[in-house]
């Protein structure tokens, strides 16, 4: 039920940070690439995800070693 709890906003704050990138008409005519630009949004997401995961589980080990 936690790791639900973590990844659903997570996924949700991704899917709706893509939203405004995409652009209008597909890659074909579009000036930008939104794929790159998705990439690099992706990227980032998961690497985000991993350090606050990382500093989450190190929280709970030394509140246990504490105990």
Do not use: H, W, Y
């Not at 639900?4 to 008409?25: D, K, N, Y």
């Not at 890659?27 to 980032?44: F, K, Q």
């Amino acid at each position: 039920m936690k790791k639900i709890g973590l990844i659903l906003p997570v996924a949700l704050f991704i899917l709706a940070a893509a939203l405004p990138v995409l652009a209008q008409s597909g890659c074909v005519d579009s000036p930008e690439n939104p794929t790159l630009v998705l990439g690099l949004i992706a990227s980032a997401a998961g690497i985000g995800f991993v350090q606050v995961r990382n500093r989450l589980q190190s929280r709970k080990r030394s509140r246990s070693r504490d105990r």
